[in-house]
Nanobody, 118 residues
Framework: QVHVVESGGGLVQPGGSLRLSCAAS????????MGWYRQAPGKQRELVAT???????AYGDPAKGRFTIGRDNAKNTAYLQMNSLKSEDTAVYYC????????????WGQGTQVTVSS
């Protein structure tokens, strides 16, 4: 099965930047889409950004203008560059890898904590 691991979370000050990484292993077919989602205590999980194998990108409203998603298909790795961070960005960030072709899968990492505080 596909295993997903996130890294790069931590404590940053408001206005700062952070870069998250997501590595997928056990992949023998193309990953159709990779994405980042986040969930704060007492809140629903929300979309941050997704990217397909063809490079099509979609951002959730909180990420627009501040966050950038990238992907290396050969390495089965996705990135999330977060700039101009706000306290409202504090959450656990989860990486997702999906296959919806001949081989279907929907894998999630365990999450990485991002805390924005002065």
């Amino acid at each position: 099965q596909v295993h997903v691991v996130e890294s790069g979370g931590g404590l940053v000050q408001p206005g700062g930047s952070l870069r998250l990484s997501c590595a997928a292993s056990g992949v023998i077919v193309s990953i159709n889409a990779m994405g980042w989602y986040r969930q704060a205590p007492g809140k629903q999980r929300e979309l941050v950004a997704t990217i397909t194998s063809g490079g099509s990108i979609a951002y959730g409203d909180p990420a627009k203008g501040r966050f950038t998603i990238g992907r290396d298909n050969a390495k089965n790795t996705a990135y999330l560059q977060m700039n101009s961070l706000k306290s409202e960005d504090t959450a656990v960030y989860y990486c997702n890898a999906r296959g919806y072709g001949s081989v279907r899968f929907d894998s999630w990492g365990q999450g990485t904590q991002v805390t924005v505080s002065s």
